[in-house]
């Protein structure tokens, strides 16, 4: 079956604009998750949806990210008034639920901004 | 917070065997993970240790000690394939899912 597949690969924005990332789970995967990779440092959780559970949150690094999940399947991240500190690659996850220990990573966006 | 710490970088030969060290540091631990990461690729599920020991999964083997905060992966049989970043990462809490990853061992293959 098809692997967690995101959009755009590549984004290039102006500071200041807003920007919103796509992933698509892997199908009956209930557990979603965003992490960030910037250059030379490691994945940073960002934040994960369980279900109908409320999302985790906490690894949001300010008030301008955002995401959201239709049920158990897409979800979007939006950055709003992006700074050139939020350039990174943007990886999604998902597995089949949170205690599961395999998870599947997306390709990544990457984003730019200027 | 976590402290995840892994050497930068290593370098081996085709054949050769390497152990990339992983230590860490964090409150309600409950799982340690490797993961490969190929350049411009997405991160690929190695292995999971919650218990101390050694896990071994062909040519990959990890090994977890919880009293020292310390794992190691081992690979044998090395091939120029293998040459990628390993990313170790716990897991706290509840859930397995919320992962901190430390920032990576680039693993250079050299023929």
């Known amino acids: 079956g098809a692997g967690v597949s995101q959009s755009p690969s590549n984004k290039v924005t102006e500071k200041g604009k807003d920007v919103e990332l796509r992933c698509d789970p892997i199908s009956g995967h209930t557990a979603l998750y965003w992490y960030r990779q910037r250059l030379g440092q490691g994945l940073e959780f960002l934040i994960y949806?369980?279900?109908?559970?409320?999302?985790?949150k906490s690894g949001l690094p300010s008030d301008r990210f955002s995401a959201e999940r239709t049920g158990e399947s897409v979800s979007t991240l939006t950055i709003q008034r992006t700074q050139q500190e939020d350039s990174a690659v943007y990886l999604c996850?998902?597995?089949?639920?949170?205690?599961?220990?395999?998870?599947?990573f997306g390709p990544g966006t990457r984003l730019t901004v200027t | 917070g976590q402290n995840i710490d892994q050497p930068t970088e290593m370098t081996a030969t085709e054949g050769a065997i390497v152990q990339i060290n992983c230590t860490y540091q964090?409150?309600?631990?409950?799982?340690l993970f490797w993961y490969q990461q190929h350049a411009g690729e997405a991160p690929t599920f190695l292995s999971y240790?919650?218990?101390?020991g050694l896990e071994e999964k062909g040519r990959f083997s990890s090994f977890l000690s919880r009293s020292k905060g310390y794992s190691y992966l081992l690979l044998k049989e090395l091939q120029m394939k293998d040459s990628a970043s390993y990313l170790c990462a716990v897991s706290r809490g509840s859930t397995l899912g919320r992962l901190y990853f430390g920032r990576g061992t680039q693993l250079t293959v050299w023929p």
């Open positions: 240790n919650v218990l101390d």
């Open positions: 949806f369980q279900g109908n559970s409320a999302p985790d």
């Open positions: 996850a998902s597995s089949f639920d949170q205690n599961a220990y395999e998870q599947y």
């Open positions: 964090t409150s309600g631990f409950n799982g």
